[in-house]
Nanobody, 123 residues
Framework: QVQLVESGGGLVQAGGSLRLSCAASGGTFSSYAMGWFRQAPGKEREFVAAISWSRGITYYADSVKGRFTISRDNAKNTVYLQMSSLKPEDTAVYYC????????????????WGQGTQVTVSS
């Protein structure tokens, strides 16, 4: 059974940094893309970043490009989201997900989801 477990969320001041982690287990992920999505209160879930597990190709939403970095550690089966220059509008629950195929920026492409971790950026 595939499990994705996020960690690393918390409260940070604007301009600060946080690193989220997503530990994956219960499957073989070499053919998957791993993505981060976020959902703020009253808003739809939106794509943040994605990375191909095997080749490390990355893709970012325009709103986070240049501030966020997605990476993976194959040996640890873990994906990271390094977030810098955080803004209050980055406040959301952040979800890790695994996609077996399809467009990486579409949540419908993802087969497995973590439970989410809260990120709150104060002004």
């Amino acid at each position: 059974q595939v499990q994705l477990v996020e960690s690393g969320g918390g409260l940070v001041q604007a301009g600060g940094s946080l690193r989220l982690s997503c530990a994956a287990s219960g499957g073989t992920f070499s053919s998957y893309a791993m993505g981060w999505f976020r959902q703020a209160p009253g808003k739809e879930r939106e794509f943040v970043a994605a990375i191909s597990w095997s080749r490390g190709i990355t893709y970012y939403a325009d709103s986070v490009k240049g501030r966020f970095t997605i990476s993976r550690d194959n040996a640890k089966n873990t994906v990271y989201l390094q977030m810098s220059s955080l803004k209050p509008e980055d406040t959301a629950v952040y979800y890790c997900a695994a996609a077996g195929g399809g467009a990486w920026y579409r949540s419908a492409s993802y087969d497995y989801w973590g439970q989410g971790t809260q990120v709150t950026v104060s002004s």
